[in-house]
């Protein structure tokens, strides 16, 4: 698989998030709600892991949970993050039309971002982020995961930048994402180290 040049992810303007959007954009309009870690965010990950086996089978060749709900004692938005690899995500057809026929809808398409799509869950707040296997995203966003959860002092300091940064008046959910991408730069960095 060919890599894209493009590492890191700039922000988003209002332009690129309308541009990438399947359907309306939502805008937030206020700061961004975190809740305390909920032990049942790894049991609804569970269940969308299945369900996604189940209507996919081996086309999702690696399911995963990421994201701060992924995190035991980290708070998060509610949102169940999972990353997913298939043989090619720009291939739609080999994986969006089977999961929309189970209630997921395709939010996100970034053919200029390693590729990236983006389904919400039927009946869970769930992001399922979807990428070519093999992709260096993919890995960065399960060893960022590993590092936080045996790395207290990391953890802690992503916590106090997501708090920080949530209280904040933000338009889309995308622009407080992107507010992270220095703390995550950092915490990456020392997990990269650590993994070799």
Excluded at 3 to 16: F, L, V
Excluded at 17 to 30: E, F, K, R
Excluded at 172 to 194: F, L, P
Aim: glycine share 6%; hydrophobic share 35%.
């Amino acid at each position: 698989m060919v890599e894209m040049a493009q590492k890191r992810r700039t922000p988003a303007t209002e332009a690129d998030i309308q541009a990438y959007t399947v359907g309306d954009a939502q805008p937030l309009g206020g700061p961004v709600q975190l809740a305390e870690y909920d032990s049942a965010w790894s049991e609804l990950f569970t269940r969308e892991a299945a369900r996604i086996k189940h209507v996919l089978g081996g086309t999702a060749t690696r399911v995963e949970h990421v994201g701060s709900t992924s995190v035991p004692g980290l708070a998060a938005k509610p949102v169940i993050d999972i990353v997913m690899e298939v043989a090619d995500s720009s291939d739609e057809s080999t994986y969006v039309t089977p999961l929309e026929s189970h209630g997921y809808k395709l939010r996100i398409r970034e053919p200029d971002w390693w590729e990236h799509r983006m389904l919400k869950g039927p009946d869970t707040d769930v992001n399922l982020h979807v990428f070519t296997i093999g992709c260096s995203e993919a890995d960065r966003m399960v060893r960022f995961r590993d590092h936080l959860r045996s790395n207290p002092s990391d953890r802690e300091l992503y916590e106090a930048k997501k708090r920080e940064l949530a209280s904040r008046e933000w338009v889309y959910t995308q622009n407080y994402a992107d507010a992270k991408t220095d703390v995550i730069e950092e915490i990456s960095a020392r997990a990269d180290t650590n993994s070799v």
